[in-house]
């Protein structure tokens, strides 16, 4: 498995994720909008995921529950405001168990011929928000989701008529 | 016309706007989400205002475009993540001259006792952005749109079957 870079300067709001995958852009792109696709990766892999909606397109909306062995429940939601199919993705991001904090991950996919290189720069509404949502363990749940999107994106994904790759 | 204040601690992503009204929420609220009432207010008075969409609901989207004097076009858009009538607003906000950089706006309505205080927190994705946008004059804007919101919700507003005030 390829390493995930996880940045979080002190005193910001600010989180940057970077990861390479080792599969192309086309394939890591389909695999981060593909409801089905994204049902298979999205989370830590001990949480059973229920993905309600993922509409990943300019002006969608999204929203799906983690729910643990416990059956604790884990409500995540947002909209997308940008998505350039291949090149960025901008969606707010919120979690009911934070109300009304709202984050926003600008996602780009670098082409480095054949591999992709994913990078996230989430923006908090407070540096205090940020770091307690790392202080949450997310940093895990990114981790093992970059992890899982490797095993979806590099798998055989179903092809679509545009494929040409 | 009551004061606006505007905070921008230097160093940090952030801009806090506060401003109160000599109207009562269900009308600032009204004022805010209404269509033909936004276009009345939104940017400062020299420019021409259009606007092509206003659907401030959660998952709605919105779009305009302000015109100078000489022709020139200024185009924003973007998503409405959270609308919680005469409460919250929290949206995305990005100017097509600066592509890409994506802000969002948390504005709380508090009810003073038939008057209104506005507080709007603006987090851009990068310090540098932030101080990019009030280079660009965004202050003189922001002043004038709450003096002129406030004369729209201070007038008559065509009443609605639920006003109560």
């Not at 080792?22 to 059973?48: M, N």
Request: hydrophobic letters at 35%; charged letters at 25%.
């Amino acid at each position: 498995m390829n390493p995930t870079t996880i940045t979080a300067p002190p005193g910001t709001p600010f989180i940057d994720v970077v990861r390479e995958f080792e599969a192309s852009r086309t394939k890591v792109f389909r695999a981060s909008t593909d409801p089905e696709l994204v049902a298979r990766w999205l989370g830590p892999r001990e949480l059973e995921m229920d993905l309600h909606s993922y509409d990943a397109r300019t002006g969608g909306s999204y929203g799906y529950v983690h729910r643990d062995a416990a059956g604790n429940e884990y409500a995540f939601r947002g909209v997308f405001h940008t998505v350039v199919p291949e090149e960025r993705i901008v969606q707010t991001f919120e979690y009911a168990g934070a109300p009304d904090v709202v984050s926003v991950d600008c996602t780009t996919y670098e082409d480095l011929g054949g591999r992709t290189r994913l990078h996230t720069h989430t923006v908090f509404p407070s540096v205090e928000a940020r770091d307690a949502a790392l202080a949450s363990g997310m940093e895990h749940g990114i981790v093992e989701s970059m992890d899982r999107l490797d095993e979806v994106a590099g798998g055989d994904l179903p092809l679509l008529p545009e494929d040409d790759d």
